[in-house]
């Protein structure tokens, strides 16, 4: 099983090289993107926690590794993110438990799965 915080990296790369042939639109997309996470009425860490469970909605395997990586840097538990993805479960069903094996996953190569 590969490791998906170096896969998430990896890949990060390629999608660096894509932004660099669009450069005024991923500036505005990346400056989008810092406005929607700064705290305000929700903290940093729920918009993460949001963030992940919509990642797991669409299937988006960057997504699910960033988000779970981001929401443990923002301060988030596991038994906060397991709760968020819970969420995501409970509108996506068997999709979005057939990817929860990339966010245990994450959370060991964190050190962040402790039961």
Do not use: H
């Amino acid at each position: 099983m590969d490791n998906q915080l170096k896969y998430y990296t990896e890949t990060g790369k390629y999608r660096d090289r894509f932004d660099e042939g669009l450069p005024e639109v991923m500036k505005a997309y990346s400056a989008f993107r810092k406005t929607v996470y700064k705290d305000g009425a929700l903290s940093l860490k729920t918009k993460r926690l949001i963030a992940l469970a919509c990642a797991l909605q669409s299937g988006c395997t960057r997504g699910i590794q960033g988000q779970t990586k981001d929401a443990v840097e923002a301060g988030a538990t596991r038994d906060e993110i397991f709760e968020a993805v819970s969420v995501a479960i409970v509108m996506g069903g068997t999709a979005v438990s057939a990817e929860t094996w990339r966010v245990v996953k994450v959370l060991e190569e964190m050190e962040k799965y402790s039961v």
